[in-house]
Structures are given as C-alpha cells and as structure tokens.
C-alpha cells in the first residue's frame, strides 16, 4: 500500500514552453501533497506544499508563478513549470500523506520523479 | 527555522557489519516526527524508519534501528548486518509541513 505515482518519468522540453507534471495517490486519500527539487548530488528541497480545494503554499525562495501547483482531488496534484529554461533542469519529486487520522497519516509516502531537462 | 545536518557524506561499511549514521536537527517545537529515507540509484525514496518525538522508545524495523537522544536533538541510524543493497544514499529528515532533509550520507557495503 501508500503507492504514489508520477507522469511522465522523464521529459525534454524547449526553453520558454511549459511542462506539467502529474502526482497521483494510487491507493489512498491524500489531503496534502508537497513537492521537491533534487539538483544533482544534492539533498531534496522542498518546494511547495499543496492542499486539495486551496492554493499552495510556497517555500521562501520559490517562483508562485513560475511553479503552478494545483491539487484539485484527493488523489491528484500537478506542478507546471512555466517558461521552463535551462535552470530549471532538475529531478522533481512528489509525496503524499495519507488524510490525517488514518493509518500513516504522520509519514509522506514519495513518488518515483521525474527528470526535466530543458533545453 | 528547523535545520536537519548530516556530517558525514560518505561512509563505507563490510558485509555483514554494522555501520551508524549520524544525524542533529534543530527545532524548537517538543512534538515532531523524524525520519530516516533510503535513496538508492533509481532515486526513489523509501522509508527506512521513523520516530515520534513523545515516545522515549527507539525505533526499531528489523536491521534498522536508531539512537534518539531529544535532549541532544541526535538521531543517529544504525544498519546492522549490512547487506549490498544497503548500499544507497540515506537521507534524515525531520517533519514540519513537508520534510526538511539533511544533506545525506552515502553508504558503501564492501562485499
């Protein structure tokens, strides 16, 4: 159980185009998704923390415009990178928390990634 | 701000031995959640283990183990009877709103 799922695992793009990335919750209700970037050799950061029904909330630092997070049900969140260029390359990662007061509610379960090189 | 400091970046253990990687955090919260995730090369991450703050018990899951010491804020993870797919980076991370991780520890298990 608590499996979470990303599309696509990989993907090349032209710099200035746009990019959406899906996180799913195969097997259980999510009420929160968070997101993260991993540049190569480095720890995760996360990114933004999304709830289903309202906006994100975005880490200091983090562009709210260029970074489109929407978590519009309980199994599904999606982060667009808008006008994506060259830096924004990096290994971007979901996780999940199963709705509070069920079982693994206080652990984050992690989607597999997904690798953006933009070119 | 809570800040999550792995010392070691690399560390390297024998088959069969055991091996103990160390964590600090930061936090002036009493109640948290601090955890311990195995990224191997396929980069998905997998919870080793984890700890609740109120319990004074350390976790235990099988192999894995760890030495939660609160008044110190160390949590040190311990990996005993190393096999070869132990061999990944190990990531602590502590638990506020999303997970706040250290800078991690890569593992090599020498057969």
């Known amino acids: 159980g608590a499996v979470v799922s990303q599309h696509p695992s990989w993907v090349i793009c032209k710099s200035g185009t746009s990019v959406k990335i899906e996180c799913r919750s195969l097997d259980f209700q999510a009420t929160t998704m968070f997101w993260y970037r991993q540049f190569p050799k480095q720890s995760l950061m996360l990114m933004a923390t999304s709830n289903e029904g309202s906006k994100a909330t975005y880490e200091q630092g983090v562009e709210k415009d260029k970074f489109l997070i929407n978590h519009a049900s309980l199994t599904l969140s999606t982060l667009t990178v808008t006008s994506a260029h060259p830096e924004d390359s990096s290994f971007y990662i979901c996780?999940?928390?199963?709705?509070?007061?069920?079982?693994?509610?206080?652990?984050?379960?992690f989607g597999p990634g997904t690798r953006l090189t933009v070119l | 701000a809570q800040t999550v400091t792995q010392s070691q970046p690399e560390m390297s253990v024998q088959e069969a031995e055991t091996v103990t990687l160390s964590c600090t955090y930061d936090t002036s919260e009493s109640d948290y959640y601090l955890f311990w995730y195995k990224q191997p090369p396929s980069r998905q991450m997998i919870l080793v283990i984890r700890q609740e703050a109120y319990k004074q018990q350390n976790a235990t899951e099988n192999r894995f183990s760890v030495n939660f010491q609160k008044a110190a804020k160390s949590f040190s993870l311990k990996i005993s009877d190393s096999q070869l797919g132990d061999a990944a980076m190990y990531f602590c991370?502590?638990?506020?709103?999303?997970?706040?991780f250290g800078a991690g520890t890569r593992l090599t298990v020498k057969p």
């Open positions: 991370a502590y638990r506020k709103e999303g997970m706040r």
């Open positions: 996780s999940a928390s199963p709705v509070a007061g069920g079982p693994g509610a206080d652990t984050q379960y």
